[in-house]
């Protein structure tokens, strides 16, 4: 049981009993205590906050982002020196040096291996299992899910609109009842929006393994992001946390939720102001694409790593508005846990949980 419900009274040892069980497939696929990923944060997700995450019980995440192949190497045995509990490492699809970027994983004996951004080669696939790890892999709708199954993922990720980064159209509530009922044969993990232990039992509840978060996590105390950057998670509100606009199809924007700033009201003008010059010839439909969608490039770090958090991107999901403190890692896990089991004491034990 967390440390905060001591001594537990039956009611509730009763209740974490239960939950142990509804995640057991999830924790059994993880190696981990508790079925909880942290999600994978560019500039966010590193050693510190990976090793803080397992050390605590859940699973952390490293985000590999554009990192090199060395870089990878070096973060991974940074987090092995700070853990001995297994995590994993989140590669994007995208990424030129992918196959060199697997080997490092396989190599350095990464157990689990994310592959996000898109939908995985064969050979991607293939080197990931013959190597040893489990692969990973998101699925934005049940058609892709059976597909991914089928190609040999080893579990399943289902991210809703309301998380924070790059997103997809469709919200978590909607995924779910798409997706649970129907993906049997691997583990499906949650994310999206999520930042309470009673959200993540009503998905266990509907069939998930486990649940992803990246928001409750990004401004805990072993995250290295600059206290500006956590302070502005601490005083938004969901409605704060915002998707990017697209003025003309055209000209697409990949959806990003993050928090409004003078950055993000920039951007629109900056949209317009491509717009202008691609109807007035001055500038090719191609050279106005490159324009809009490069100008982010280095926008997370300044605000992650440098602290503008008035232009840089504040990628931030829905649950933002659950962060109210700068806590540690343990504390929010155990929190997270504890809010579970209290809801399920409750409905089995109405009289004890009260």
């Not at 293939?126 to 597909?147: I, M, N, Q, Y």
């Not at 393994?209 to 105390?221: D, V, Y």
Request: proline share 6%.
């Amino acid at each position: 049981m967390p440390p905060d419900v001591t001594p537990p009274p039956p009611a509730f040892e009763e209740a974490y009993r239960q939950l142990e069980r509804l995640w057991a497939r999830g924790t059994r696929f993880l190696g981990s205590r508790y079925a909880i990923l942290g999600g994978a944060m560019t500039w966010v997700s590193e050693r510190h906050l990976v090793s803080a995450i397992s050390n605590a019980g859940g699973f952390g995440v490293i985000a590999c982002g554009s990192m090199s192949p060395a870089q990878l190497a070096e973060e991974i045995a940074a987090t092995q020196a700070m853990t001995s509990k297994p995590f994993g490492v989140n590669l994007i699809t995208l990424h030129p040096a992918l196959d060199d970027l697997i080997r490092v994983c396989v190599e350095a004996g990464v157990g689990h291996v994310v592959l996000a951004g898109g939908i995985p080669s064969a050979a991607a696939v293939r080197a990931v299992k013959d190597g040893g790890a489990r692969l990973v892999c998101f699925a934005p709708a049940l058609v892709l899910a059976r597909r991914l199954v089928r190609a040999g993922a080893d579990a399943l990720v289902i991210e809703g609109s309301e998380a924070g980064g790059h997103i997809g159209p469709v919200s978590l509530t909607v995924l779910a009842q798409e997706i649970l009922p129907h993906i049997r044969e691997v583990p499906v993990f949650v994310a999206g929006g999520i930042g309470r232990g009673e959200a993540i039992l009503a998905f266990l509840e509907m069939g998930a393994a486990g649940a992803q978060l990246g928001t409750r996590f990004a401004a805990a105390k072993e995250s290295i992001a600059h206290p500006r950057f956590k302070q502005a998670f601490i005083r938004a509100q969901a409605r704060d946390a915002v998707p990017s606009v697209q003025l003309d199809e055209r000209l697409p924007v990949i959806p990003v939720r993050a928090l409004a700033n003078a950055g993000t009201r920039r951007f629109l003008q900056h949209q317009e102001d491509m717009r202008r010059r691609l109807l007035a010839g001055e500038i090719s439909k191609e050279e106005a694409q490159l324009a809009v969608e490069h100008y982010w490039a280095g926008a997370l770090r300044r605000a992650v790593i440098e602290g503008d958090v008035e232009n840089g991107s504040v990628m931030a999901g829905q649950s933002v508005g659950m962060v109210t403190a700068e806590q540690p890692i343990s504390e929010i896990i155990d929190e997270l846990v504890s809010q579970a089991v209290a809801a399920l004491a409750a409905r089995m034990h109405p009289s004890e949980a009260q």
